[in-house]
């Protein structure tokens, strides 16, 4: 059984910053990708941001220099530090893990981008 739970999210005005962090429990190998997703109002869920056991990273054109993946491997955390934020970065933002056996997502935090 794996659990991931995630925090963080809020409401920010536009060009505010904002982390995002989720932590993984339970049966989890050492190879894996986590990362995050989103999805707004009337639209598909759409990769943002992920990294690999090893480090590598890729991110979404959309948020390319604005935000920043990272991972603590020893405590099975993700972290998405979002800067410049804009009202279309307003979304339900899921944390995910890919492993071999399958994936596991978070419950979702609301991030909210309003002045």
């Known amino acids: 059984q794996v659990r991931l739970v995630e925090s963080g999210g809020g409401l920010v005005q536009p060009g505010g910053s904002l982390r995002l962090s989720c932590a993984a429990s339970g049966n989890i190998f050492g190879c894996n990708t986590m990362g995050w997703y989103r999805q707004a109002p009337g639209k598909e869920r759409e990769l943002v941001a992920a990294?690999?056991?090893?480090?590598?990273?890729n991110y979404s054109d959309s948020v390319k220099g604005r935000f920043t993946i990272s991972r603590d491997n020893a405590k099975n955390k993700v972290y998405l530090q979002k800067n410049s934020l804009k009202p279309e970065d307003t979304a339900v933002y899921y944390c995910?893990?890919?492993?071999?056996?399958?994936?596991?997502w978070g419950q979702g935090t609301q991030v909210t981008v309003s002045s």
């Open positions: 995910i893990l890919k492993m071999n056996i399958g994936s596991h």
């Open positions: 990294i690999t056991s090893g480090g590598r990273k």
